[in-house]
């Protein structure tokens, strides 16, 4: 098994580019998470995937949009990247069902640069 | 003030010493608790998971949660230098929204050869 993979490790834009960032899990987990850590600010949700087929916000939402393309996949998509986005991303998953199994597994992250 | 408070360090501990690490949260709804370990440049990977309170051994790491104290500790024996990384702290509700989890801000540690 994978675990949670992430594409791409590395990137760097330019003020206004947009792109996404791929996460895809192969342990048939409900959940699928997208997070931000900046030095100093820990660990920040942007958008969660409870189950196929939904998506929230999180904390720090705005300039992003996700997609839940089917259980395995979840993407993070940039429409106009910023300097304030500079940031590494983090894609996690969690099996989530019910009142157990909560706790959450993380990709190995995606280092964005935004000039 | 944070949900979810931990001294980021470093903390600094010559091998073979206990490494004590703690967190502090206002939420008594809280019911999960884990720790993860960061290496530099790598994602957060899980190292303990707690229901509720009491004491989780695993190996040389003890995990522990006082819930009237609002307070978890994670120790470390007889560390070594491979244990050089960054410890972030987090929990949960039971039954929360899409299961998200609460972090701590993280406390790095080296380990001295």
């Avoid at chain 2, 051994?57 to 819930?67: I, L, N, P, S």
């Avoid at chain 2, 050089?84 to 050869?113: D, E, H, Q």
Wanted: net charge positive; aromatic share 12%; proline share 5%.
């Amino acid at each position: 098994n994978a675990g949670v993979t992430q594409t791409p490790k590395f990137q760097v834009l330019k003020t206004g580019q947009s792109m996404t960032l791929q996460c895809a899990q192969d342990m048939n987990h409900n959940s699928m998470y997208w997070y931000r850590q900046d030095p100093g600010m820990g660990l920040r949700l942007i958008y969660y995937s409870a189950s196929e087929g939904t998506t929230d916000k999180g904390e720090v939402p705005n300039g992003y949009n996700v997609s839940r393309l089917n259980k395995r996949e979840f993407s993070l998509r940039l429409e106009s990247a910023a300097p304030s986005q500079t940031s590494v991303y983090f894609c996690a998953s969690s099996a989530a069902s019910g009142s157990v199994g909560n706790e959450q597994f993380f990709g190995p992250g995606t280092r964005l640069t935004v000039l | 003030q944070k949900e979810v408070e931990q001294d980021p360090g470093p903390l600094s501990v010559p091998e073979g010493a206990i490494v004590s690490l703690n967190c502090t949260y206002s939420n008594s709804a809280f019911q999960y608790f884990m720790w993860y370990r960061q290496y530099s440049r790598k994602g957060p990977e899980l190292l303990m998971y707690t229901y509720s309170s009491g004491n989780k051994e695993d190996g040389r790491f003890t995990a522990q949660v006082d819930k009237s104290s609002k307070y978890i500790s994670l120790f470390i024996r007889d560390s070594q230098p491979s244990d050089s990384a960054t410890y972030l702290c987090a929990m949960s509700r039971l039954r929360a929204a899409g299961n998200k989890l609460t972090f701590g801000g993280g406390t790095r540690v080296l380990v001295k050869p």
